[in-house]
């Protein structure tokens, strides 16, 4: 099992730019959530995917969106980037929309860095 | 709004001495509660989680209402049990993880 894939693993961009995040859950895995972690804090949920609806959303602003596909992956898409955007993003999968059996498997995060 | 509060940002002991991760929260429900662990250079882990009663590598945490708390413990530390441990908190009807900011576990020989 490959477990929990996030791409790209490290990326640079400029402010006011667009970036997307991809995540491919565990196989047969139906949720995905997206977590912001800023250098010493913890994770921070930004949204919550089942079964390709939207489940939660965090205190973000709306320059935040996601998407599910019907093949379970997750994209987090973040526009007009900010300086304060600089972050690990984290994707978290599970089997269910709860924590359930087995809870929240997290993948390695995609580094983004804003300049 | 729910919090979660790891009071110590660095704790530092020897091999073999008791080890003891504070964890407090603030939620007036009846919440889920977890201990997520970083070894270095490794992604986020799920140690334990206070509805299993399990114990993980030596490690346990009673979910202790009264006092708002969940702390985690080991009586006798190893040198591969340095990582950096996360408490988590799940609302009974809500899905997300509300994460206290980390303690980092550093054991010397």
């Known amino acids: 099992d490959a477990g929990v894939t996030q791409s790209p693993t490290h990326l640079i961009k400029t402010r006011g730019q667009q970036v997307t995040l991809r995540c491919s859950p565990i196989s047969g895995h139906k949720s995905v959530s997206w977590y912001q972690q800023v250098l010493g804090q913890g994770p921070q949920f930004i949204f919550q995917y089942y079964e390709k609806e939207e489940r939660g959303r965090g205190n973000f602003p709306d320059r935040f969106s996601a998407r599910q596909f019907p093949n379970y992956s997750s994209e987090l898409n973040v526009n007009a980037l900010l300086l304060g955007d600089s972050a690990l993003y984290l994707c978290a999968s599970s089997l269910a929309a709860g924590t359930g059996i087995g809870g929240y498997t997290f993948g390695s995060g995609t580094r983004l860095t804003v300049v | 709004a729910q919090r979660v509060t790891q009071p110590e940002k660095l704790l530092s002991v020897f091999k073999g001495a008791p080890v003891e991760l504070k964890c407090n929260y603030s939620?007036?429900?009846?919440?889920?509660l977890f201990w997520y662990v970083q070894y270095s250079r490794q992604r986020l882990q799920l140690l334990l989680r206070h509805i299993s009663r399990e114990s993980i590598k030596g490690f346990t945490a009673d979910l202790n209402k009264g006092e708002t708390s969940f702390h985690l413990k080991k009586p006798f530390a190893q040198e591969e049990d340095s990582a950096m441990y996360y408490c988590a908190l799940k609302e009974e009807y809500g899905n997300k993880l509300v994460f206290g900011a980390g303690t980092i576990l550093r054991v010397k020989s």
């Open positions: 939620y007036s429900g009846s919440p889920e």
